[in-house]
């Protein structure tokens, strides 16, 4: 269980030194440090010593690929199979209809779920919480710039990489959903080697 909350911590946060660890899972930094070298000897995690500024280097840790994988990819091997069986017996076109038509019923499933909410703000802790539900492990937050919603897990990540239009889709689904009234950019993005996937969202009377 201490193994899963450390991967998970890892996961949602990015790196962390073990001090920082240690004080979001109270437990003690010796503790914290044990748990590590074990997870690191699993080739689970990794780390990486950097300078900032004068003293000794600071150690961070964060999870290698072993250790992103332990967190689900839906049918990943099967759905890349399916993806290039289509392209290559039925065209991309054929593919993208598909795509369009999965986002039409992602539109209309979500939409039925946040009619019932009425400000932007619970518009997205719903929509959070439906893509957690997912598997996407979401979670919301606002600032002065407006809201950030995060996706710190891709279940179809195998998928996207090898087409774009799984990505396309799911953003033309956050903006229907939320409204004409907000700018929606994603401004961190799996596919492009960042951590997590983000999205900056703005009311356009800000």
Do not use: W
């Not at 890892?10 to 240690?22: D, M, N, Y």
């Not at 074990?38 to 000794?56: A, C, D, H, P, Y």
């Not at 399916?82 to 065209?91: A, D, N, P």
């Not at 407006?146 to 396309?168: D, M, R, S, W």
């Amino acid at each position: 269980m201490k193994t899963n909350r450390f991967l998970m911590l890892l996961k949602t946060r990015g790196p962390l030194t073990a001090t920082e660890i240690a004080k979001e899972l109270n437990i003690t930094t010796e503790g914290a440090r044990l748990q590590l070298l074990k997870l690191t000897e699993e080739g689970l995690i990794q780390s990486v010593n950097e300078s900032k500024g004068v003293g000794r280097p600071t150690q961070y840790f964060s999870l290698t690929e072993l250790g992103n994988k332990g967190f689900p990819d839906t049918h990943a091997e099967l759905t890349v199979k399916l993806i290039q069986l289509m392209k290559e017996t039925l065209g991309e076109e054929a593919l993208q209809s598909v795509i369009s038509a999965g986002e039409e019923r992602a539109k209309q499933r979500y939409q039925q779920q946040l009619n019932q909410n009425h400000s932007l703000e619970e518009r997205i802790k719903t929509l959070a919480e439906i893509r957690s539900r997912e598997g996407y492990m979401a979670e919301y937050s606002k600032d002065d710039k407006g809201y950030l919603l995060v996706e710190n897990h891709c279940p179809i990540c195998a998928a996207a990489k090898i087409c774009q239009g799984f990505c396309t889709s799911e953003l033309n689904t956050f903006k229907f959903v939320l409204g004409n009234e907000v700018s929606i950019t994603r401004v961190n993005h799996i596919i492009a080697g960042d951590r997590r996937c983000a999205y900056r969202i703005v009311p356009l009377n800000y």
